[in-house]
């Protein structure tokens, strides 16, 4: 997703035990999207892996809701 400019972008991590995708914010590693057992949760920050800020069912309403959330934060 590309608004202004910044740019959010979403990378599949290799080789771990649950789906772990990289949140990108302009190259950088904003958080991680985490799905186990049907539900994805999104955790912000590049090492974040405790706290949880968003849970959904929906990976894509998910990435939207992050992207949405990510834009606002650089845009401000």
Same mark, same amino acid.
């Given at each position: 997703?590309?608004?202004? %400019?910044?740019?959010? %972008?979403?990378?599949? +991590?290799?080789?771990?035990?649950?789906?772990?995708?990289?949140?990108?914010?302009?190259?950088?590693?904003? @958080?991680?999207?985490?799905?186990?057992?049907?539900?994805?949760?999104?955790?912000? @920050?590049?090492?974040?892996?405790?706290?949880?800020?968003?849970?959904?069912?929906?990976?894509?309403?998910?990435?939207?809701? +992050?992207? %949405? %959330?990510?834009?606002?934060?650089?845009?401000?």
């Amino acid at each position: 997703m590309n608004v202004g %400019t910044a740019l959010v %972008t979403f990378r599949e +991590v290799a080789n771990t035990p649950h789906r772990c995708i990289d949140v990108v914010v302009d190259g950088i590693v904003a @958080g991680h999207i985490y799905g186990h057992d049907g539900t994805y949760r999104y955790f912000e @920050g590049p090492s974040n892996e405790i706290i949880w800020s968003y849970s959904d069912l929906d990976l894509e309403r998910l990435k939207h809701r +992050v992207s %949405t %959330t990510l834009l606002t934060d650089v845009e401000a």
